[in-house]
């Protein structure tokens, strides 16, 4: 079964760059998640989107954006990159509000490494 | 706002031991949704189980098994006779439905810091 996909598996950035994360969601799940995973912590939620229109906030920073294409693939935006931003990138899909609890299938996510 | 405990920073257990990881939750809405993810070693998050705020039947699926206790707010969940296999962060969430007025839903989740388990052979 065709599952999340995220590129690029790795990335290695200098401070002050800026980085592109893309995440292409399970075909005909109309909802995507953003989460970070810093070193040795849980995920936390970024943003979501459901039917290309943001959806949920969380703790994201003004530095960072993304959206969802018509395609249903999601970018994350991160410029101006610090150190404290090297963590794993997870996206999810899910099939939106159908079916309650939006059971959400995580891609492998992006391992992002600030230098 | 919601909150979800695991208490359990690290188990280390021996294989074939039986081990429960614990979770407690804190919610306000009486429509949740509690679930459990596995993080091995290679990173990826692994879906283990979803169970909504109205379904509180314990449920078994091979050597996994879960206990959903809605009076005690807790969600724990048992491994029999653990393998080295199944050497992981376990982390459980918990997640509400959060409906705007345009229609957009989301169904952000809220982990555990996670319980790092580790089955020595």
């Known amino acids: 079964a065709a599952g999340v996909i995220q590129s690029p598996r790795h990335l290695i950035k200098e401070k002050r760059e800026t980085a592109t994360l893309k995440c292409y969601p399970i075909p005909r799940h109309d909802t995507v998640y953003w989460y970070q995973q810093g070193p040795g912590q849980d995920p936390q939620f970024l943003i979501s989107f459901y039917e290309k229109m943001q959806s949920d906030k969380g703790s994201i920073p003004d530095r960072f954006s993304a959206q969802q294409f018509s395609d249903y693939h999601s970018e994350l935006n991160m410029s101006s990159l610090e150190l404290g931003d090297s963590a794993l990138y997870f996206c999810?899909?899910?099939?939106?509000?159908?079916?309650?609890?939006?059971?959400?299938?995580f891609g492998p996510g992006t391992r992002l490494t600030v230098l | 706002a919601q909150k979800v405990t695991q208490a359990q920073t690290e188990i280390s257990v021996v294989e074939k031991e039986d081990v429960t990881l614990d979770c407690v939750y804190e919610?306000?809405?009486?429509?949740?949704?509690l679930f459990w993810y596995k993080q091995p070693p290679s990173g990826e998050l692994v879906f283990l189980i979803r169970?909504?705020?109205?379904?509180?039947q314990n449920e078994i699926s091979g050597r996994y098994s879960w206990n959903f206790q809605k009076s005690t707010s807790s969600f724990n969940f048992t491994i029999t006779a653990s393998q080295v296999v199944d050497s992981a962060v376990y982390f459980c969430?918990?997640?509400?439905?959060?409906?705007?007025?345009?229609?957009?839903?989301?169904?952000?989740?809220?982990f555990g810091k996670g319980t790092k388990l580790s089955v020595i052979p």
């Open positions: 969430a918990l997640s509400e439905a959060l409906i705007e007025d345009s229609g957009a839903g989301s169904y952000q989740l809220t």
């Open positions: 169970r909504n705020s109205f379904d509180e």
């Open positions: 919610t306000r809405d009486t429509t949740y949704y």
């Open positions: 999810a899909s899910s099939s939106g509000l159908a079916g309650g609890g939006g059971e959400q299938f």
